[in-house]
Each structure stands twice: as structure tokens, then as C-alpha cells.
């Protein structure tokens, strides 16, 4: 053979062995693209709708459609939502274009409504599954193949947060982040390892060295590639951002402290932010200053910065080495830059420097106040202010996460001894998104990946013990027919068996345990929710905006100018989304917390108009108030409708308290005769909430109730007869309509004379579209001349052609009572919608 066939030989012996491997990483891939297309039919539902997991899966799926709608370009600001002002979407768009494209392909320029639902529905179990490709490399450059290959059968599994939201249906761009992030520190991984291996200086560079740059540079170029999608589905990833430059930091001070040079570590953080900053340019919206929340020149500059960080820590290092100067200096060069550096930073741009500042305490940080009750964003240690684990082992078994923790001391004691970049990078990368968890349990999604892949470099040093190196070594050279392999089932030893059987049942099967459980279905509405939004669509007056529209932005200071036909609808912020996407109507709050109004910082603040004020106010004036001051048009009402479930009248009803910071006394201790119990309170039932959702709006003046949905067995009856039991009321004790819609109205007024300082009732009955009934009335005094006056929401004649088509009325007249006279009065929705006086 001569010297020239020497490299197709080894080329074709190193596919030849890496074969079997790729062929497991697709059947595991495979498997976990099963997995999580398991809940089909929760999310494909018998009558055609399609329901996404979720919140903001629902907002992406609005995106995707308008893009679709006016490809290529994409909604930058959105007034259908948080009414009157509108929202800017901070969502990369990345994760929508991905889907836009695929849609446009598979229907060849044309899709229908129903291929993209389709595709939206599977893209996340599909980028799920394609996580396993980024996890084999890193756990197989981390600890080998066998390595790898455990890493990945985990990921496949890993259940939790990461599972929950790349499974069909949950179309949110976090499957994107752990994707292209992971694709980013393989990719980083393996431009550092080639540019190592191959002596990479500074001077190859200058010299054109392509037999040494080459490899390197793709490598680089690929991560520069991967941290730019990264951050164009989420402009949040400068948190990898800080992953590199700490990473950088301690491998610099390592390599300075052995002697070695860094050259190879600086030519691969240079490319790959270059490359980053170059990408994220296009996308920046200079009008934006600098905001970590949406693409501004933030994450160019600190694409630059990082860049520059490299250049800077390299730069000192030569200089280090040049003059001699002994390594300890070395950290303290570094720390002075650093304060040197944010003090530049708070002199030229404040903006920038306090974003700096705050990043550490917003990634990091524990929330307070209304924030702690946002189900990701809350400590995954924490649960009302106690230490658990338990929400640790649900994202990722017990024995995952002690395993990944053991993972973290073993690779920390071998890089003790023998430190390669590698191990340094996955070592600082978990411990800081192990860090990010503490904050946010959101971000372990993230922490699943360094999961998997610490138990699987737990897993391998195992199997390093019983020297399964041996037997994979003769598997790859002596294995070249079935029959050879059961040959080799002779040299497999007993502890060998053990082993495999001990990962199997120590790391494998309680996290394929805990994936099962959860792919039993999906999140997102239930069918209650599906049909009050589908019924606001379909009942309530069109707003009389382009609903697929791209809308230009007000300008500063201004707000967006909506036609006089548009109204707001109030509901808590959980389902701002869905009656946006399903109903077609103009939400106050949503899921970016936005139109949540409240107090963020003490109870000494002005308790700023929004849905939490407005559900926890104390009487129908104090909520009506609140209803105006959501709108700056002194003449114009902050909403028309107004949504309520049974959740938000019971286990979410602390939600809003916790927004206002004012939670205290909604519910007291009573003696309930076997012990004291924490029931609801007087300051609960005088709630707005309380008031529509458990009371019906029993005597309310401009609030009626519209539409109901079909009933549940909830908390509801509980909270009925502490009311009927504790206060003296005589509602009956019965679960309604699980999402009930209430409209405001000017309301009819009624007047009369009778008697100075007569009491006078009015009352009807109301008959819902469920078939339910239940009492309306009112009570009043007359003044000193005999006068009186009710305001009443219900009309008595039906609706009317371009208004609210409403289920839900009286049955038959309005009944006014004094002494032994009744009357009966029938109120026109002219009259209700008008405010008109009716005189008896």
C-alpha cells in the first residue's frame, strides 16, 4: 500500500467503526421523536381543532400565521394585544421563520391553515428530538462513545421541563434555545479540541496556515453560526454569552499557570463572536437602545464585547509571557480590566452598564412579589418560601440530578490532575446553568442537558472500571457479521453485566419512568376555555381591525391609534394568548405580564389600573374605576368584556392579591368546629372576582353575564357555602359555568316615585345558555322626595344586530316591589347599551 491510499484506508476504517454509533444516535433520536408524539391525540383533538400546549406556544402559532400572511416579513409590534397599548414582541424570529419555511415547502408556496397547524404542532417534537445529536458529540468528547451514547438515550428521556416543552403541540422557542445552544458548546467544544490538538498560534494565522486553520476555523465559524440562532430565537442567550467568557477566564488562568498558550482558545472565541456579532447585525432594532429583552444593539455590542474579551485576554497573556511577568498576576490583569471595563461602561453607556449590573440578580436572582407566582420563573429549590426537591426530581429524577451533581466532583477531581478544555467548558457550563435553576426553574430545561450528560460521564467512568473499553474495542475489530457477534457475547464479563444493569435501573429507567407518565397528554385550554373563545369570536362585534395586519409602531411617547370600534377584554394574564389566537379579540393582560397593573416594588406605590386591581377591588365602583383608568381617553372604557374562570375565583385568586403586594386578609382563620381552618373572608367575597364568578354578579349595575360554558366539579361549591355558612347567604351550593363572560355596559335606568325613604327591590330571574338559572336583584331606598333609580345590565327583549349576541337573559320581565305594589318592567338593549331612563 502506498503512502498516498494510507488516509482513504483510515478515512474508510474510521466510518467503518463510527457506523454502529451513528446508527444508535438516529434510533435514539428516533425514539425520542416518539416519545414525544405520544399525546397526538390531546393536541389533534376529534372535531378538527388543533390545541397547543400552553401560553405563548398559542402566540408563536399568531406569528407564524401573520408572517405566513405577509411573507416575508414578520409582526414587529402587535396592537391585538394589552390593550390600549399594544405590545413589541420580544420573540426571536428564528423559531417562526424555521416553521414559516418548512410550512411553505411542504405546501409548495400555498400552505392550508391545516398543514400549518401541523407543522406547528410537530416542529417542537422534532427539535426535540434532534438534541440528541449535539449531546452524543459533547458526552463522546467528554468520556467516549459509550459516553455519548448514554448521554443521548438520557436526553431522549429526560423528562421535566425539557420533555414538557419539545413535545408535540408545545410550539414555544425554548426546544430552539436548548437546541442551537447545545449545537453552540459542541460546536465550541470541538473547534477547541482541533485547534489544541493541532498547535494553533496566532502566527498560522498570519502565515495562511490552512493545514492548521482549517478544521479549526469551520468548527468556530459552526459555533459562531449556532450561538446566532441561539440568540435569534431568544434574545436572552448572552446568558451563554457569559458561559464562554467565564469559561475563557478560567481556561486562560489554567493555561497560564501550565505555560501553555491560549492561542487556540483566542482564535476560537474571535471567529465565533465575530461570526455572531455579523449575524445578529441585520436584526437589530436601533430604536430599542439597549434592552436585553428585545433585539437592540445590546446583543451586538456585547457580541463585540466578547469578541474584544478574547482579543484582550490574549493580548495580556503574550504580553505576560513576553516580559516574564509571573502567572499569579495574571487573574488580578483580568479583574482590574473587568472593573475598569464597567466603569467605562456606566460613564459612556449607563444603558448598557446597568443592564450589566441587573443581568446576575434577572438570571440568577429569586422573585418577589407578584414575579413568585409566575410558575417558570420561580426557584426550582423553593416552594412558599421552603426548601424542597421536589420540583428537582420532577424536571429530573433523583437519582439524574445526585447523579449529575457526583458528576460535577468527579470531573472537577480529574481536572485537578489533568485539565483539558473540554472538561473545563462542561464543567463551568453546568455550574452556571446549575446556578440559573436556583432562579429560575424555567431554565431546567437547560440544566436536562448537563443531566444527561454528567450521568452519562458518571456512567462511563463505571464503565471504564469493568474495562468496557476492551469489549468495545473488539466489537469494533472483530465484529463483521451477526454471526460474529455472538462470538464476542463469550468475552462479556460478569461485572460488565452489572454494570449496564445498574445504569439501566439507576439512570435510564426512572427517567423513561417519568417521560411515560407525562406524554399521558398535553397542557393548554381545556375544553371550557376552547369554547368561551371560540364563542367571543363568533358573538361579540367585530373590533374592526385587519386581524393578520402588520401594524406599524406608534411613535415615542404616543400611543398606537386604534379605531373607535375596538374594545379591550379583561381577564387574568394566563389567557391573554388564547383570547387573542382563538378569539380573535383584544386582550388587556397577557402572558408577557403585560396590562397586570398592580405594584411592583412596595405597598407604598400607587396601586397602578390593570387586571390585578381590577379582579381583587372591593366594591363594583372601585373595579369600575379601575376599568376606566386602563384607558388614558377619560371617555373610552379600558374594556367591553370581561373573562373569569373558576380558577382565577379560587387557586389563582392569590395571584392577583400577590400582584397588588396587598394579599393579606382575602382569607382568615375560622373555628370550623373540629379546628381552626383558613377560609375565604369578607374581604374575598367583596372582590370583583368573587362578586362576578361566585355571586353571578348578583346585583351588579353595569356588569352582566353574557355566555357560560358547561360546569366542572371545582372549589366552587367550598366557597359557596363558607358564603352561605359564615356571611348568611342563600346561593345555591352548585358548580357553574367553568369560564363564565361578562360584558360592561352603560346599564338601563329605572326610576320611579313612591314613598319618602321606601325600600324598593327589583329583581328577575336569568336564564344562561347552560339551562341554569339563578337571581338577579337589587335593593334601594327612596330619597326624601320619593324618588329612586336602579341601574340594570340585562336587557329583557334579546339582542340586536351588530352588538353582543348573548345566551344569557333574563326569562321574563324585570319585577320592582315596594310594600304590596309590583311592576313589571321590560328593558330594551337600546335602553342597556345606551344608558336610556325608563320611567314606571
Do not use: C
Request: net charge negative.
Amino acid at each position: 500500500m502506498s503512502s498516498q491510499d494510507r488516509p482513504v484506508s483510515s478515512f474508510k476504517s474510521k466510518i467503518k467503526s463510527s457506523l454502529p454509533y451513528t446508527l444508535a444516535v438516529a434510533v435514539i433520536g428516533f425514539v425520542a421523536l416518539w416519545i414525544r408524539t405520544r399525546p397526538y391525540d390531546s393536541v389533534f383533538l376529534s372535531n378538527g381543532f388543533v390545541r397547543f400546549g400552553g401560553n405563548d406556544p398559542w402566540y408563536h402559532m399568531r406569528t407564524l400565521n401573520v408572517l405566513l400572511e405577509n411573507y416575508p416579513n414578520r409582526m414587529f409590534f402587535n396592537p391585538m394585544t394589552n390593550y390600549p397599548t399594544g405590545s413589541y414582541i420580544h420573540f426571536g424570529p428564528l423559531f417562526d421563520q424555521m416553521m414559516a419555511l418548512t410550512s411553505l415547502f411542504l405546501g409548495m408556496g400555498n400552505p392550508s391553515p391545516e398543514l400549518v397547524n401541523w407543522v406547528g404542532a410537530y416542529f417542537p417534537a422534532v427539535l426535540g428530538a434532534l438534541t440528541v445529536i449535539p449531546v452524543y458529540y459533547i458526552g463522546k468528547h467528554l468520556g467516549g462513545r459509550k459516553t455519548g451514547i448514554l448521554a443521548a438515550i438520557l436526553i431522549a428521556f429526560a423528562p421535566g421541563q425539557f420533555l414538557s416543552r419539545s413535545m408535540m403541540g408545545f410550539t414555544d422557542h425554548h426546544v430552539a434555545e436548548s437546541l442551537f445552544s447545545t449545537f453552540f458548546i459542541m460546536f465550541f467544544m470541538l473547534a477547541l479540541i482541533s485547534a489544541k490538538k493541532k498547535g494553533l498560534r496566532f502566527e498560522h494565522v498570519i502565515t495562511k496556515n490552512l493545514s492548521v486553520l482549517k478544521e479549526p476555523l469551520i468548527y468556530s465559524v459552526m459555533a459562531g453560526v449556532m450561538y446566532s440562532a441561539y440568540q435569534l430565537s431568544w434574545p436572552g442567550a448572552s446568558l451563554f454569552l457569559l458561559v464562554a467568557l467565564v469559561y475563557a477566564v478560567i481556561q486562560y488562568i489554567i493555561d497560564n499557570f501550565h505555560g501553555e498558550s491560549s492561542d487556540y482558545l483566542g482564535f476560537t472565541g474571535i471567529i465565533a463572536f465575530l461570526v455572531s456579532s455579523i449575524l445578529i447585525l441585520p436584526f437589530v432594532h436601533p430604536d430599542m437602545g439597549f434592552s436585553m429583552y428585545y433585539y437592540s444593539w445590546f446583543h451586538f455590542v456585547t457580541a463585540i464585547g466578547a469578541m474584544a474579551g478574547f482579543i484582550a485576554l490574549s493580548f495580556i497573556e503574550r504580553e505576560f509571557k513576553s516580559r516574564n511577568i509571573k502567572a499569579y498576576y495574571y487573574p488580578l490583569a483580568i479583574l482590574g480590566i473587568g472593573v475598569v471595563g464597567l466603569v467605562a461602561a456606566k460613564i459612556a453607556v449607563p444603558s448598557l452598564y446597568s443592564l450589566v449590573i441587573s443581568a446576575p440578580h434577572s438570571i440568577f436572582g429569586i422573585q418577589t412579589g407578584g414575579p413568585s407566582t409566575i410558575g417558570e420563573v420561580s426557584s426550582i429549590f423553593y416552594g412558599s418560601g421552603v426548601f424542597t426537591l421536589s420540583k428537582v426530581f420532577g424536571n429530573f429524577t433523583a437519582s439524574g440530578f445526585f447523579a449529575s451533581l457526583l458528576g460535577i466532583l468527579f470531573l472537577t477531581a480529574k481536572l485537578f490532575r489533568k485539565p483539558k478544555p473540554e472538561g473545563v467548558l462542561v464543567l463551568v457550563w453546568s455550574f452556571l446553568i446549575l446556578l440559573t435553576i436556583y432562579g429560575q426553574n424555567r431554565y431546567a430545561y437547560y440544566y436536562s442537558i448537563n443531566v444527561a450528560v454528567l450521568s452519562a460521564y458518571v456512567g462511563g467512568l463505571l464503565l471504564e472500571k469493568v474495562k468496557w473499553k476492551e469489549l468495545d474495542e473488539k466489537f469494533s475489530s472483530d465484529v463483521k457479521s451477526p454471526a460474529d457477534f455472538l462470538n464476542i457475547l463469550k468475552f462479556i464479563k460478569i461485572e460488565q453485566i452489572v454494570a449496564v444493569l445498574a445504569i439501566a435501573v439507576i439512570l435510564i429507567y426512572p427517567v423513561y419512568g417519568s417521560a411515560m407518565e407525562m406524554t399521558k397528554g398535553t397542557g393548554g385550554p381545556n375544553g371550557p376555555w376552547i369554547e368561551a373563545t371560540t364563542w367571543l369570536q363568533s358573538y361579540t362585534p367585530d373590533p374592526g381591525m385587519d386581524y393578520n395586519a402588520i401594524y406599524e409602531a406608534p411613535e415615542a411617547g404616543e400611543l398606537f391609534d386604534y379605531p373607535d370600534t375596538v374594545y379591550g377584554v379583561m381577564s387574568w394574564w394566563d389567557y391573554g394568548h388564547w383570547i387573542e389566537t382563538i378569539g380573535h379579540r383584544i386582550p388587556n393582560a397577557n402572558p408577557f405580564q403585560a396590562g397586570i397593573g398592580g405594584r411592583r416594588g412596595s405597598i407604598d406605590e400607587e396601586n397602578q389600573p390593570g387586571s390585578s386591581t381590577f379582579f381583587t377591588a372591593q366594591s363594583e365602583e372601585e373595579a369600575t374605576a379601575v376599568l376606566e383608568a386602563v384607558h388614558p381617553d377619560p371617555d373610552k372604557a379600558g374594556a367591553r368584556y370581561i373573562i373569569s374562570d373558576v380558577e382565577m375565583a379560587t387557586g389563582k385568586f392569590y395571584a392577583m392579591t400577590a400582584w397588588t403586594l396587598d394579599s393579606e386578609g382575602y382569607y382568615q382563620s375560622y373555628w370550623t368546629g373540629s379546628g381552626y381552618q383558613s377560609l375565604p373572608s369578607t374581604r374575598y367575597f367583596n372582590s370583583m372576582e368573587s362578586r362576578l364568578h361566585i355571586l353571578d354578579g348578583n346585583g351588579l349595575k353595569q356588569y352582566r353575564l353574557v355566555h357560560e360554558t358547561w360546569a366542572y366539579k371545582t372549589q366552587e361549591v367550598g366557597y359557596k357555602q363558607v358564603y352561605n355558612y359564615l356571611f348568611g347567604g342563600s346561593i345555591p351550593e352548585a358548580d357553574t359555568g367553568y369560564v363564565k363572560i361578562f360584558e360592561y355596559v352603560k346599564g338601563a335606568k329605572i326610576t320611579g316615585t313612591v314613598s319618602p325613604n321606601e325600600t324598593v327591590n327589583i329583581n328577575t330571574t336569568i336564564l344562561t345558555g347552560q339551562g341554569r338559572t339563578f337571581d338577579y336583584s337589587q335593593s334601594t331606598t327612596s330619597d326624601s322626595e320619593g324618588r329612586y333609580e336602579f341601574t340594570v345590565p340585562y336587557s329583557t327583549e334579546g339582542p340586536i344586530s351588530g352588538e353582543t349576541q348573548f345566551d344569557t337573559a333574563p326569562a321574563g320581565a324585570y319585577v320592582v316591589s315596594y310594600g304590596n305594589t309590583t311592576t313589571e318592567v321590560r328593558v330594551s338593549e337600546e335602553a342597556v347599551l345606551n344608558g336610556e331612563e325608563i320611567k314606571i
